[in-house]
């Protein structure tokens, strides 16, 4: 948290995941910057903090993106209010549907295939590390 305030980011923490989100177009390369391939790296500060807590980076899980795209967080798109997917509405929908229906034991078994969560987009997050 103080590597956040220090840099003038938001620090957010859910489970094992954590997002640092900051307003202005800059991002600290402290927190996390782009290499020449353009793959998202956790910056030296943040990597000694993590790995000094006994912890390692999951780098598939690292993403670094602008206001631009849609911004998720575990799941959630978090752009100007916290909200879930579309298809996720629609799947509940449907369920809720058939359960008052067809009832609860048969709406469970002709729905269970259809429940899917998508994955969040790599493109999700607001200048967002993770």
Not at 30 to 51: M, S, T, W
Not at 57 to 65: G, M, S, T
Not at 93 to 117: C, D, F
Request: charged residues 25%.
């Amino acid at each position: 948290m103080q590597l956040a305030h220090s840099y003038h980011c938001f620090y957010t923490r859910y489970a094992d995941d954590i997002t640092f989100s900051k307003t202005s177009t800059s991002f600290p390369a402290q927190i996390g910057y782009f290499d020449e391939d353009k793959n998202a790296i956790v910056g030296v500060e943040l990597r000694e903090i993590i790995e000094k807590n006994g912890f390692r980076i999951n780098a598939e899980k690292v993403r670094l993106h602008t206001n631009k795209h849609r911004q998720s967080v575990t799941g959630l798109t978090v752009n100007e209010k916290p909200n879930i997917p579309r298809n996720f509405i629609r799947q509940i929908r449907a369920m809720i549907h058939a359960w008052g229906k067809y009832g609860l034991e048969a709406a469970s078994q002709n729905m269970r295939p259809a429940i899917t969560v998508d994955e969040p987009n790599r493109e999700g997050c607001r200048h967002s590390i993770i």
